[in-house]
């Protein structure tokens, strides 16, 4: 029997989702192995978790130039010294869990944890392999601290791989498999259920407005962008997804309404059809979350870039320009004249699709699994 032991944290929801889908995908696939998925931060102390995970949120929403000021900051520096710190005095908790467990691998798919077990190995308290699964689409240093005790490293692009080879990670260590997805963006959907189900129309091009996102940032900026998408494409459908955000949902239904794009216009609060959505659009309009941005991709769909948070979410838009699978509406932009660019020929999105071709990856967490099972 195999061991294994999964680490994340929840800090946004792509460690979490990326943990529930390496877990699921071995328990599927593959047999005598024992499976443990254990939130490192809320597993040490209950009242941390909270504060911090609380403090991200508040930050992210309410002060997104101060939280991309501390993401950067958090890569060297006195912040990068305190977050080092308190993870080795962490890591002596979560040091029981792990004896207690005895798990042949590691799997960490955020860097506290990554940092807690390479800190572990180094003192010579464990054995075991350690695999950390990356969740952006740019590199940040707090995921390689120890990272010489590290045995593989998943990772989206080969860009990242050479920002890790650079920073010293041995390149055989370096998988390029991209985030690990839900099996459920592989399903093959009945699109004609779909377009009854949620009432739209199979004759007109969809576009999938992810509204609300996890901290619905940027409201006004927000409203403006899709009041500006509903302008510029008569011809298409647009379904808006507000997410728990209710007040942001009001406010896009009255939007429809003074537009009278009822006809052409959904407005919906939290789903879970989110991959059976992606299979019928033709483009996406989202905030670049690493999770979001890998369903997006893995989907085949092209990216229109809005609200990202400093920090992380701006260095993902920015790889998604640089390949040609995405456009960025910035802050000084003119919001008519990108979309008006953008709708006005269908062939600048063919042409972002091919770019989306490039980088997707669609077998991800099977690709993942593969290589972890074999390394053990």
């Not at 901290?215 to 728990?244: A, E, H, M, P």
């Not at 790889?319 to 008519?336: C, Q, S, T, V």
Request: aromatic share 8%.
């Amino acid at each position: 029997m195999k061991k294994i032991l999964i680490f994340y944290a929840s800090y946004g929801g792509g460690h979490l989702s990326a943990a529930k889908s390496i877990k699921e995908c071995l328990e599927n696939n593959y047999t005598d192995i024992q499976i443990e998925m254990v939130d490192c931060i809320r597993y040490i102390n209950k009242f941390l978790d909270k504060l911090t995970t609380g403090a991200y949120k508040k930050m992210a929403k309410d002060a997104p130039k101060l939280w991309g000021k501390v993401y950067s900051k958090s890569q060297k520096g006195i912040l990068s010294g305190i977050s080092k710190g308190s993870n080795k005095l962490m890591a002596k908790k979560l040091y029981k869990l792990i004896k207690k467990i005895d798990p042949e691998i590691i799997i960490s798919t955020h860097p506290f944890s990554t940092q807690m077990v390479s800190y572990l190995k180094r003192k010579k308290l464990l054995e075991c392999k350690l695999a950390t699964i990356l969740t952006d689409f740019s590199m940040h240093t707090q995921w390689l601290v120890g990272n010489e005790y590290g045995d593989l490293f998943f990772v989206s692009n080969d860009k990242m791989q050479e920002q890790l080879v650079k920073y010293g990670v041995k390149k055989e260590k370096i998988h390029v498999t991209g985030i690990p997805l839900s099996k459920r963006f592989k399903e093959k959907f009945d699109k004609e259920k779909i377009y009854e189900m949620f009432n739209l129309d199979k004759n007109k091009k969809t576009i999938l407005f992810f509204g609300g996102g996890e901290f619905g940032l940027g409201k006004t900026r927000t409203i403006l962008i899709l009041k500006s998408i509903i302008k510029y494409t008569k011809d298409y459908q647009i379904v808006v997804i507000s997410g728990k955000n209710e007040k942001l949902k009001n406010h896009f239904e009255e939007l429809v309404k003074e537009a009278q794009a009822e006809k052409r216009v959904k407005v919906l609060g939290y789903t879970n059809n989110v991959p059976e959505l992606m299979s019928i659009s033709y483009v996406v309009v989202t905030k670049p979350g690493g999770l979001t941005t890998s369903e997006t991709l893995a989907s085949g769909l092209p990216m229109i870039i809005i609200n990202p948070i400093p920090g992380q979410e701006e260095e993902n838009a920015q790889f998604l320009e640089e390949r040609g699978a995405g456009i960025w509406i910035k802050k000084n932009d003119n919001i008519d004249e990108v979309i008006a660019n953008i709708f006005n020929s269908e062939e600048k999105i063919e042409k972002l699709a091919e770019g989306v071709k490039k980088i997707s990856k669609k077998h991800s967490t099977e690709d993942i699994c593969k290589i972890i099972m074999e390394n053990l």
